[in-house]
């Protein structure tokens, strides 16, 4: 009989994952149902992109490649990095991985042993603590509230804070709560962590150009270049350049990690796809000017789904600043009845109720490490959005 390994039995199968799926199983049954689960953008990849990877394949650029990204991503990744964040790598200090999520896998792999602490504010995106047990270390949560904007404040990570510490992960803008920091909230982050000396950071920065207003992003090798040494800066094209489906992610950092998570690549995936670094090298080094329209498409999204959901009955949405992303509060529908005539006792109940009554699917908080909220993702078109939160706002007046 087939038995998991004991690492694996740790670990839960994501969240997210889930409820797409779960999604598509009711519409294939013929039910209509509007899908907020989605962490993808609706848009499609830009034509220059696509024109590189046809030309890559035309090329011949077919076979394997260094493990960790060709000479022409690193560069790019390098141009990069100092164009939008002011930060100097050397190609040396860069990694390609197949995805942002396998670039965080690699790093954890590289550096955890067991009984080694790594921090995760919640709410958290569903990956990280369940990468951080399958490397053999340990989830320590550090809560955030939703009247700090979900952001973590310095006496929270300082409490986190062990000998044991390995690892912060710091995420912004947020998935799933589209929070995202500013200058002043990671250098009041920064000055703890410099009385930490053991503890490296790894900044997931996948949402990086989907803020909104007169926000500016920035991370945290930039606003304490002392921490630059003990920083993993991790990116991708997934979300900014409409790229999920290439699976490219990358980061820049210290050579000796950067060494170690491609002995790790060299000894299990190897390369990512040839012609999806092709394609990356065409996202970073082409024309840029699509993004700022498609994260003013995002804004208006946002506004509307806040706007919508805060006038349904017992539900509460903060405005967050970056991601597509919204974390509403359902604290003022739990113990009451759903029109099924379960009590709704948790933001699990929550979502398989609204799912059940008016065929919502969004994510509730619980696979995030915060309750009682839920996640939506307002990446997909505002008919579909409008419709969804009418949906939403019957429902929770329905709930008595
Ligand atoms: C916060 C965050 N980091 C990383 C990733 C992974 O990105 P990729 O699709 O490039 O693996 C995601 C994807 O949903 C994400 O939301």
């Known amino acids: 009989m087939f038995t998991e390994s004991a690492s694996l039995r740790r670990v839960k199968p994501s969240a997210t994952i889930a409820a797409g799926a779960r999604a598509r199983a009711l519409r294939a049954e013929g039910r209509d149902i509007v899908s907020l689960d989605a962490g993808e953008p609706d848009f499609d990849t830009p034509e220059n992109i696509k024109a590189a990877a046809i030309k890559a394949i035309q090329d011949g650029k077919t076979k394997y490649t260094d493990a960790d990204g060709i000479p022409e991503l690193k560069a790019a990744v390098c141009g990069k990095f100092a164009r939008e964040n002011g930060l100097t790598y050397t190609p040396a200090q860069i990694n390609v991985s197949p995805g942002g999520k396998a670039v965080i896998f690699n790093a954890m792999v590289a550096s955890l042993n067991p009984g080694d602490e790594v921090v ?4 958290y995106w569903v990956s990280y603590p369940d990468m951080v047990l399958i490397a053999g270390g340990e989830p320590v949560f550090a ?9 973590l404040s310095p006496e929270a ?12 992960i710091l995420n912004s803008p947020s998935n799933p709560s589209g929070a995202a920091y500013t200058r002043a909230e990671l250098a009041g982050l920064a000055a703890v962590l410099m009385r930490h000396p053991q503890v490296w950071i790894l900044t997931d920065d996948m949402y990086e150009h989907l803020v909104y207003g007169d926000f500016e992003f920035t991370t945290i090798a930039q606003v304490e270049p002392a921490l630059y ?8 094209v997934s979300k900014a350049y409409a790229m999920t489906g290439w699976r490219i992610g990358y980061a820049g950092g210290p050579k000796p990690l ?90 699990a109940d929550f979502a398989a109720e609204l799912l059940d009554a008016e065929g919502v699917s969004v994510v509730f908080g619980a696979a995030f490490g915060l309750s009682p909220f839920f996640r939506i993702s307002y990446a997909t078109s505002t008919e579909l959005l409008e419709d969804a939160c009418q949906r939403i706002q019957r429902f929770c007046g329905a709930v008595g």
């Open 120 to 123: 995760i504010p919640t709410p």
């Open 229 to 236: 040494e003990r920083t993993l800066t991790m990116n991708g």
């Open 143 to 151: 809560p955030t509230r939703a009247e700090d904007g979900f952001k």
């Open 157 to 168: 990570l300082e409490a986190a804070i062990t000998p044991a510490t390995r690892w912060l």
């Open 258 to 347: 950067i060494d170690a998570m491609r002995k790790v690549m060299s000894q299990s995936t190897s390369n990512p796809s040839s012609i999806s670094q092709w394609a990356a090298v065409e996202a970073l080094n082409g024309p840029q000017d699509f993004i700022r329209p498609n994260a003013k498409i995002f804004e208006g999204r946002r506004d509307l789904v806040v706007s919508m959901l805060n006038q349904a009955r017992g539900l509460a949405c903060p405005t967050p600043e970056g991601a597509f992303y919204v974390y509403p509060s359902c604290a003022g529908l739990i113990g009451k009845t759903a029109p099924s005539g379960k009590v709704i006792a948790s933001d």
